[in-house]
């Protein structure tokens, strides 16, 4: 063979290899489990309640990360002040930070005994064990997603614009909610579905800051967790449907952001 | 070099390591001969020691929850040797032919543990409402020993306790870091447990009677590759080097 | 008439220092003409308030927009300039209408509605006022943001390069329709341009810019009659003359000048035409002499000033519109040239650019 094709039969095995590696556990899924099943454990009251407090605690932690997170990469993304790249590093640390360890960080900071933890308990704040505690694990884990797709979606909107709109009687708040956000929607879009999916999944932080508590801190990869050891078929089920809610989410993102995709590939 | 020359390169090399990744994954052992065991949590400690002085060789520990660890083998996991903190899921493994006839090896005890300057002083202490408990899950062996205590005591006492629970451990070292962290006032833990955070926590025994019957049991699994070092490891916890590390940390000798 | 705008800066641009002074007067277009790098869209940036100088003072209508000495800077929103930029940035999410009535937020909605149609009607694009910019034509495109400009009323019209983008076609109907709306504009216009013969068909005056320095200020022809540097010779290489073109004879375009003189070219075009001389193409002789071939162009011309820049002359001539030719030293001896002679001004058919205006 030549060497060009020689370099595509590479790069097709290589694709392969990585669809097959990737898609064979979650197939694998949905081949043990019967859609009865599935089914089943939607009607059983703990899968539903993990469930619930799954979708109630991403929701909010994606809400905040997308609050507080949108303008902070906007600054990133526009303004070059002394010490970006170390703050850039900083809010990107979570990334690489293994999920125990974030734990441990929480703890560390926010726990009864961590630097904070007099502050909040003298400000009535409870997080540890409780739900407002799984939501701040979320909100550590997931944001660095939604922050690095957010200023790099900002970074892409032509300066011209931003300055046209300023020029047209636009101030800097109104620039940022008519131009700025409307263009780097498709970016932002696609970070959120990021971080919620990062949010979904999450297991070792919530486990160590927050507990693993019926309706209150058990969300569904915990409630998996204790699955597997007593139903491995329940655990199936239940990681089935978390599978599903995955999927619905990113093709709801897909969709959203189809009609913005052409003007963002240019 | 020019540009295709290195993309072909770095498209062979991708190849190659993809090829080998699955080729390690192929049932290939991680070190020629280290023994493979899943432990349940509370045995951390001396069996980390003991596997550092085990004659036959180098180990290696998985330790986490003891239901975790029997379901992982029902699933196909193949450790050489699982322990676990109760007799029952050693025998279902048995009964199911994954394992050998298990053997117990030691007892424990199941205390209250409480930071060390508590105002938890007793079970009447945990019972009290705004006092947080930590306890295992229902299948755990510490969980379901706790459940069995609490089920002895008189009703409106175990209903309580019940009621002060914030959190349902995987396994027992979680109830530990809970406690440690000031997370929980009290935890259900066995008492090695707490011997090993060296004064970090405090243990309140528990009334005789109420006392559940904990019992270690460890097993071959079938199908080892190391079947007689697997032995040796097993006979060695029973009495031998993992007997004395045993009760070393605290471990009880094995009930009648 | 006084001045309505008036900038004055000093500014580090990289390595090179910017250091301007200009006036625009109402209805006038001052065209900022240069190389790339000189300086002249940071000048627009400066008046608009999207860059501050270090030093600097932009004045409108007598209004203080900037006094770097003062303190005082309003922010661009509050400066209301009609800004063309280079790319002409429109706002790839809303339709053309939508681009078009952006600056016109806080104005009541019907009236939003008439301006911005009325404009989109203006620039010939109500067919496309529900498209998005992505979907436009190039020159589709460059209305869009010119008309987006002019919605708001504002009080300076600043256009960075408003015809490079565009294809050659293109740019000749656009530069007639940017010369009405200049004409019709009534504000002062900065217009910035590396091309001179653009300066000199829309910009009343034309200032060059080199390494952040206006080297020469004054109207196209005389830049083009009297450079004041070789560099200015250089640049405003083209002369530039306006008449009426028609098919002629042989294949050729026979062009009517504006105020008379007939010449032929070997461009196609019909029309209102500008015609585009390069000085060193004129040739001069004196007046006795006889007609050569009838390629020649001729026009009889005065000799109005004599300017030397290097070893070339530059003699500017008035016909029936001013002309410049360049010669050597030695024919202005040998052809014994000064200020009040008559010449004949002759170049080729071929020499003889036509653009459609």
Known sequence: MTGPRVFSVLLGLALAGAVVFLTLPIVAIFIDTSPGRLVESLGDPTAREALRLSLETTALALAIIVLAGTPAAYLMATRDFRGRAVVQTLVELPLVLPPAAAGIGLLAALGPRGILGGTLERAGVELVLQTAGVVVALVLVAAPFYLRQAEAAFSAVPTSAIAASRTLGAGEASTLLRVVVPTARPGLIAGAALAWGRALGEFGATLMFAGSFRGVTQTVPLAIYERFSVDFPAALALSAVLVCVSFALLLAVKLLTGRGGAVAAR | ?256 | MAPLLHVEARTQLGDLELETALVARTGECLALAGPSGAGKSTVLRIVAGLLRPEHGVVRCDGRVWLDTTAGVDLPPERRCCGFVFQDYALFEHLTARQNVAYGLRDRPREERRVRADGLLERFELLSRADARPATLSGGERQRVAVARALAPEPNVLLLDEPLSALDARTRARAARELAAVLRDAGRPAVLVTHDFTEAALLGDRVAVLDRGRVVQEGEPAELAAAPASAFVADFTGAVVLTGAARPGPGGLTEVELDGGGRVRSTYQAEGHVAVSLFPWEILLDPPEATATSSARNQLVAEIVSLTTVGGRVRVGLAASQPLAAEVTADAVRELDLRVGGRVVASWKATATRLIVV
Do not use: W
Request: aromatic residues 6%; positive net charge; contains cysteine.
């Open chain 2, 1 to 256: 070099m020019r540009p295709a020359r290195v993309g072909q390169l770095l498209a062979a090399a991708a190849t190659a390591m993809l090829v080998a990744a699955v080729l390690a994954g192929c049932g290939r052992r991680d070190a020629p001969g280290a023994l493979a065991v899943s432990a349940a949590a509370s045995l951390r400690d001396p069996l980390t020691r003991y596997g550092y002085a085990f004659a036959g060789g180098p180990v290696r520990f998985s330790f986490a929850g003891s239901d975790q660890l029997a379901q992982q083998v029902r699933q196909g996991a193949k450790p050489d040797v699982f322990a676990s903190a109760n007799t029952s899921l050693p025998g279902r493994l048995y009964a199911e032919g994954l394992v050998e006839r298990p053997t117990v090896f030691a007892g424990n005890r199941l205390v209250l543990a409480v930071p060390a300057r508590s105002e938890v002083r007793s079970l009447a202490d945990a019972a009290r409402p705004g006092v947080k408990v930590a306890i295992g899950s229902a299948s755990v062996p510490v969980g379901s020993y706790t459940r069995e205590v609490l089920a002895r005591l008189p009703q409106p006492g175990a209903e309580r306790v019940m009621a002060n629970v914030r959190s349902e451990e995987p396994d027992v070292k979680g109830i530990v870091g809970k406690l440690t962290q000031g997370a929980v006032d009290a935890g259900f833990v066995y008492v090695t447990d707490v011997t090993a955070t060296k004064g970090t926590l405090r243990a309140l025994e528990l009334r005789r009677a109420l006392q559940p019957s904990v019992s270690y049991a460890a097993a071959v699994v079938r199908g080892t590759k190391h079947l007689a070092r697997a032995r040796k490891f097993v006979a060695g916890l029973v009495a031998g080097e993992g007997q004395r590390e045993l009760r070393a940390a605290g471990f009880e000798p094995p009930p009648r």
